[in-house]
């Protein structure tokens, strides 16, 4: 697997941590209408669930607004779902996510109201090197939207691993950071579940700077807080971690680097590259940095609020296992 | 800094794109160095009915010429002098001063009987012309007087240099300038005269008299006046053989004529190029290949066709200049249009060309060139001017076939290029070339190029600009000229004017650039029947439409609508389009611009028409569209029962495709029967592509036509009606996982169906709340639900019903773990979906029924109706 290749997926194609939802496929050949098959082309689909109001991650925000985990966790299970079941991706492929984005056009729908909320998800799936009728990659766009509401895009392109790859990848990523001291130093502590947009500690997955540079911070990644808070499978990071960290990192380094507050800031834009599998149990490092993406000051948006774009590293031992930027907005 | 007003008004190297800027440097320049008052010009500008911020206007003008004056020039020549402007222009730089001055030293000549000086002098003169004087800019009083001075003066220095001419011995050479001219000046009585005596020293006294006959008509036809006393006694000179008629030669003639026995160079008569063509390589190339007989059929004429705006001349006009070296002898334009829009008489084109041909060559020394005096003998002497030579001529805006046709007859030698709106496809051995809008790339680099940096900034606007436009060359380049002459405005701002349909057309007019006038031209062509079938199709819903809609639009068979289409589509009023794996494999449609004046004119010369199409389309595609969702969800539209697919609604057999190409324009139709108050045809067609949206998810489309539908249906009183589509909406609310909601609906449905007496569809009702209920896991309450509608559907016959409640009670089982008794209620269910010949239903209870025969397989994963997943099912409750 080269470097374009990423870290892993669990194997079960849902869980139930999303709660009840649909997934309808569209058909446009005859066949997929009436037979409801899909050759190894571009298919569409529509994700459509309600957005929960009393989930202990998805409403756990002190920002009034929906979490973006909730449809990138949603792509990624229906994609999976319609890479086994439309595409015939074996079940003992292993899954791995060579990039991942989301972008939130309109924050307005996005705000919470109290109120339950529909959420839509319009999937484009398109399988690429089909061997045997079956692809080993697949590229996910997404279109969102809240009650109806268009409100931004989703991304990932998928990688369907044969396990003795999967497993030679896990050994050789595992010897490449154990070839630098992995160690980090102890962290003191969790920061405030306030500080990086949360209310819960137990959906705290950074512990506080270990150091502080003129241009970001470095942090350890809790990798024990996020196997209980976020879904995954045994022996593998959750998938979902790397945005999780991201975001909760990102806003710390807003707030230290730029004065935004976390309690009114939210990540409008996320896109993440990755290089190789992360181990659960080694020691994993979170690289925050401004970037000059739009100059080093906060620039404004259409609104006038305050934006800053940040990039973000996550490393364990010497070995780099995935890049992402991200834009944080200061609601206000 | 260059400066023309012998013709269209020019700076070069760049001339302001606005009219009114232009008409402020052609008052300024007509009165060169000399202080035009901030009155005159604004009388000149805006007539009597100046604007209130006509000062400030003005300036602005001024200030956007002395901008592009600054740009070329060290010193800025426009500056400010009490009470108003002045512009310094040095000799060289304005071609107004040059005329004068080789006018002044001509007439010296003249006057010193100095022949030989004075006909190049004069000749010179008159080769700085390039068009009516001051032309391209609005006249007011000052430039109105001055065009008519100007012109006036052009003229006389042209009959001075025939004059010379004569002296000079060359009658013959002047016969066809003189026949031409007087055809095209037949009131000038000194032009007439010339004729006459260049016809009689050529020995062709006969042809003399007559040319006196065709002045006189001229003159009493025209004025009611006898001709004046010098052409009558020319006339009597000429019956009488007067010897001093005759020429007699002379020193001077002599001089001339070693003078004229230099090999004459190419005649050019072509306008300049437009400065930022852009785009059309394929075009250019594709032309020049057919224009030199490359393209492997030999033809020696080409004809350029598309709808006004699509830059045909600026095309024709680039060909010439780019195949200048295959054409020594010369290249030359004729328009086939009076500057009014009406036909040049092959005849009054044939003695234009004979004019720009300039005076005919002595052929080794040999007899003289019969006199024409008709457009046969014009012809004739066409084909002797031309023939063996290598020329290129341009026949621009061509009226019909009938037009060219004499003129090609004319030029049997000549390479030929017609432009023209109308494809000339009864011309013979022609090659056509047929210009389309601009590619999506090439609209945008015209754009830019056109519009200088605030378009080049602009990205996204200059995108949508050229979307808007249609891409048509006119129509970007009064976008751009639009923006470039406001400093003010944004390219964005300019796209969000655009966006309005209804204001667009009156958006793209800037000056005497105007795309609706153009585009009205093709309209104006075509006779009364075709220009009401030219409107009614902007009716159809989408921006192209398949011939069915066109007849049902225009209340005719589909011969009768094919032909007007395609006569539309001759006149490039229509386009047709051709989609080979489509139900439809040719459809029509209007260009987008086409279509905006299409819809401006039915609004205002025929909106009484607008209803009655509308429901003529509605009633068609309520037909096609129920036929496709009878083979699509049988049974689903419980608004068709008991209706027959009438005649000719049976070519639906692919319904899928078919709802994919007509579903938008159901969609559209239902929001603009709605809109008319068409209650019936809006509720009856939502309800029948509602299967169609329910089968592909467009939640979008399915929502928006339904709630106008039950609109529709409330305000007809319809409760039927309003039960149909009250319960596709909570299919609509299920299919969204929006469980509440879809209960509203399937709750308030059924108590309408149940008012109306349709126990079928309350039964139907029932089976939804139940796959809702079942959806939260409350499998107890939606089992009664299904066993109660199953009960009805069975007394009712609805095998629909029948299989969905079957299909709901299986599912309930499988809730529970209660494989045998689901795999047997699924086969009940099937064979229900068998009876009702839905195969999307049947294969979709022939998985679940695979499923339930698969003992391990414990997902909360189900198939809960055709294509729609429920994952992450709940548990049991």
Redesign the interface.
Known sequence: MGTETAPTAPAP????F?????????????EA????SASPVRQDF?F???LPEDHPLFSDHSAPFHDLLFPVEALR?AAL?AAR?YFGVPAHRRIAVASCGVEVGDIRPWRRTGG?A?F?LGLALTPHDVVGGVPRRMVCRGTMAVD?VPCGTAEATLLFVMPGVYRKHRAQGRRDSDRVPASLPVASGAPAPGQVGRRSARNVVIGRPLARREQGLVLPVDALAARAALPGEPGEVPPALFLEASRQSALLAAAAIYGFSPDHALVTRWDASFRGFAEPDLPLACTVSRTARRGVRPVRDEAGRPVVDLRIGFVQGGRSVARASATVLQDC | MRFRVLGPVRMSPRTPSATKPRAVLATLLVQFNSVVSTHTLIDELWSSDPPRTAATTLQVYVSQLRKALLAHSAEQPLVTSPPGYLIRVAPHELDLVAFEELRAQGREAFARDRYEEASPLLASALELWTGPALSGVPHGPVLESSAIRLDELRTEVLEQRIAADLKLGRHQELIGELLALAHEHPLRETLHCQLMVALYRSGRQSDALQAFQRARRALVEELGVEPGAELTRLQQRVLASDPSLVWRGGASARRAAAASSRPAGPVVWLPPQVADFTGREEELESGERLLLGRAGVASRVLAVSGRPGTGKTALAVRLAHRTAEFFPEGRVLLALRDAGGPAVAPAAAMATLLRRLGPPEEAGGGGAVAVPASEGELSDLLQLRTRGRKLLVVLDDAVSEAQVRPLLGALPDSTVLVTSRQALGALEGVRHLVLAELGQEEAEALLVAAGGPRMAGAPAAVREIAALCGRLPLALRVAAASVAARPHWTAEAFAQRLRDERTRLATLSLGDLNVRGSLLTAYQEVGPGLQRAFRLLSLAPLPDFPLWAAAALLAVDEPAAERDAEALVRAHLLEARRYPDRPAAVRYGHHSLLRTLARELLDQDAPEAVPGATWRLGQELLARARHADAL?TPGRDLLARGTEAPAGAGGAV?P?AWF?DEAGAVAETVRRAHALGLWEPAYALASAVGGYFE??????DW?SSHDLAVDAARRAAAPHAEAVLVRSLGDLAW????P?RAVDCYRLARMLFEQCGDRTGAARCLSGEADAML??GLAAPAERAYAQALTTAIEEGDARGETEALRGLALVSLHRGERAQAAEVLAQSAAAARRLGD??LR??VL?LASRAAAPDDQ???V??R?????????PPG
């Not at chain 1, 194609?13 to 139930?16: E, G, K, N, V």
């Open positions: 194609a849902t869980s139930p999303l709660g009840p939802h649909h997934l309808v496929h569209r058909p446009d050949t005859p209408f009436a037979l409801d529509v459509a669930a309600e299970q779902f079941h339950a529909a839509s109806g | 699509l692919a899928l994919q089968t592909c998810a467009l939640w979008d929502q299919q969204r996982r929006q509440g959806g939260q195969r999307r294969s979709h998985r997902s909360a994963t198939e809960s055709p294509g729609v997943w429920l994952l992450n099912a709940p």
